[in-house]
C-alpha cells in the first residue's frame, strides 16, 4: 500500500460545488468507491453501500466520493448519462467523472490507482494514507471494521 494518498483525475463533479481533492479531508476516513453505471455489481452492491456509508458521514468524520471509472461502452456511459443514474438512484454524495482522453484504453485515475475493475473500494486514513484498496464487492461489516478502526485512531 502507498505510505501517501493518491490524487484523482477527474473531469466532471455532480453533487459538489467545488473540485475537491484528497488532501481537502485531512482528519476524516475518506471511502473512494470506482463505479460504472452498467455494471451489475456496482448497482446492486457499491451504490446502496456508498449511499448508507454517505448517511452515516453526517453523524461521524467520513467523506464518501463516487467516481465514476468507464473503461467500457463509453459512448453509453457519458456525463448526460450519469446525471440521469445519480438522480434516479437519489446519489447525494459527490461524485467525479474519471479523466479519459479517449488515447488509452483506461481512464486516467484507472490507470494511475491501478484499478483491475469496478467495483472498486479504497479507504483512506485521516492522515491521507491508502489503508485499503479491494476490487469486486465488499462486505458492509468488513468494510465497517476498517472504518471503525480507523475513526477510532482521531
Given amino acids: ?33 470506482a463505479f ?9 452492491h457499491s451504490i446502496p453501500q456508498l ?4 448517511e452515516l458521514s453526517q453523524r461521524i468524520p467520513l467523506t464518501v466520493i463516487g467516481l465514476h471509472t468507464v473503461f467500457e461502452h463509453h459512448q453509453a456511459m457519458q456525463p448526460h448519462a450519469l446525471e ?14 474519471d479523466a479519459y482522453d479517449g488515447k488509452e484504453p483506461l481512464p ?17 486514513a485521516p492522515n491521507g494514507e491508502l489503508r485499503l484498496h ?13 472504518i471503525g478502526q480507523l475513526l477510532n485512531k482521531t
Wanted: net charge positive; aromatic share 12%; with cysteine.
Fill in 108 to 124: 486516467k485515475t484507472m490507470r494511475d490507482w491501478q484499478m483491475r475493475g469496478t467495483p472498486s473500494t479504497f479507504v483512506f
Fill in 1 to 33: 500500500m502507498q505510505s501517501t494518498a493518491l490524487e484523482w483525475s477527474v473531469c466532471q463533479w455532480f453533487n459538489t460545488q467545488a473540485s475537491p481533492v484528497l488532501s481537502d479531508f485531512k482528519g476524516r476516513v475518506v471511502v473512494v468507491s
Fill in 51 to 54: 449511499k448508507k456509508l454517505h
Fill in 84 to 97: 440521469v443514474f445519480i438522480h434516479e438512484y437519489r446519489l447525494a454524495f459527490p461524485i467525479g467523472v
Fill in 36 to 44: 460504472q453505471m452498467l455494471c451489475p455489481g456496482c448497482v446492486a
Fill in 134 to 146: 479491494e476490487f469486486g464487492a465488499l462486505d458492509d461489516m468488513a468494510l465497517g471494521v476498517v
